[in-house]
């Protein structure tokens, strides 16, 4: 049974910056390709950011490119998002889940509760 659980959320003033963690069980997460997303108060999900199975490679939206980063200990089961220069905009729910390889971008189907990211002054 996949189960996933995303902590670390809070309320950070704008400029500020989070780590959230997604652990993960109940799936080969070593070699799965590992993905974050977000939902904002009254929008659809967003693909936010991902990475590789080995993590050598963070991918990241363009609203976020430059202060998003996804990293993974595969050790421990554990995807990480760290997040730099918050805005406003980037307050949502944010998951974490795992997609097909070579499919960086993709809603995963599968995703935990979601920690809420609140960005205000």
């Known amino acids: 049974q996949v189960q996933l659980v995303e902590s670390g959320g809070g309320l950070v003033q704008p400029g500020g910056s989070l780590n959230l963690s997604c652990a993960a069980s109940?799936?080969?997460?070593?070699?799965?390709?590992m993905t974050w997303v977000r939902q904002a108060p009254g929008q659809g999900l967003e693909w936010v950011s991902g990475?590789?199975?080995?993590?050598?490679?963070?991918y990241a939206a363009n609203s976020v490119k430059g202060r998003f980063t996804t990293s993974r200990d595969n050790a421990k089961n554990t995807l990480y998002l760290q997040m730099k220069n918050l805005r406003t905009e980037d307050t949502a729910v944010y998951y974490c889940?795992?997609?097909?390889?070579?499919?960086?971008?993709?809603?995963?189907?599968?995703r935990g509760q979601g920690t809420q990211v609140t960005v205000s002054s």
């Open positions: 109940g799936f080969a997460f070593n070699s799965s390709w």
């Open positions: 990475t590789n199975i080995g993590g050598s490679i963070s």
């Open positions: 889940g795992p997609v097909e390889k070579y499919s960086m971008g993709q809603i995963p189907v599968q």
